[in-house]
């Protein structure tokens, strides 16, 4: 069982409001990661990072924003939630010496009203 | 373009069979292919990686192989179990950046039924 956390696990919020979805893992891992999955659908990147300081966007375009001030936190904000937003929403980390697998956590169900 | 399918989409059989879900892939270059367990409501989990010059690789009932030539693997469980019910998911990795990049499948539901 991987070390990474996610929450909340489920989550169900009105149009306009502000939220945040937290990751943390505890592996120390340089590299971490957000998808956006919907039923039935394949993980699609939505924002990653190397390390500290440093964030990137993925391949799926996305009105969310992220932050990595500590190498274990790598939270997620949408400003402004919309009914479009509803998903699920897996964040991963790697760096483990010898490979490049990526564990992943929970996930947070998400459902914008 | 770098894509990955998998076959059946979905799949149900009687505990204690045998069963084999496919994937093909066209991402390039190729870099290792793993299989991954994604239970209802939960994150995928690493089942097996392969690297090119790996042809099989095994983890307790979970056998995966790969034919780096023609791109494919698959993935064959052997005397299913109730909590085999899952989504698997296969994986593609490409070399030709830093960041290692994913290719995701859509999976195959599998139920096993009692």
């Known amino acids: 069982e991987a070390d990474i956390y996610q929450t909340p696990r489920y989550l169900v919020i009105g149009t306009g409001k502000k939220i945040t979805l937290e990751c943390s893992q505890t592996m120390g891992h340089d590299k971490m990661y957000w998808y956006q999955q919907d039923p039935g659908m394949e993980l699609h990147l939505i924002h990653y990072s190397y390390g500290v300081n440093s964030t990137e966007k993925g391949d799926l375009s996305s009105e969310s924003t992220v932050s990595r001030i500590r190498t274990e936190h790598f939270p997620l904000t949408l400003e402004s939630a919309r009914p479009s937003h509803t998903s699920q929403y897996l964040c991963a980390s790697s760096g483990t010496p010898g490979t490049d697998t990526q564990y992943f956590g929970p996930g947070t169900r998400l459902t914008v009203l | ?114």
């Open chain 2, 1 to 114: 373009k770098n894509q990955v399918e998998q076959s059946p989409q979905s799949l149900i059989i009687l505990e204690g069979k045998n069963c084999t879900l496919q994937c093909n892939y066209t991402v390039s270059p190729f870099s290792n292919l793993r299989w991954y367990k994604q239970d209802t409501g939960r994150g995928p989990v690493s089942l097996t990686i392969m690297t090119f010059s790996e042809n099989t690789k095994s983890n307790g009932r979970y056998t995966a192989t790969l034919d780096a030539d023609t791109k494919q693997s698959s993935l064959h469980i052997t005397a299913s179990q109730l909590s085999d019910s899952a989504s698997y998911i296969c994986v593609v990795s490409d070399r030709g950046s830093t960041l290692g990049r994913l290719y995701f499948g859509r999976g195959t539901q599998l139920t096993v039924w009692p």
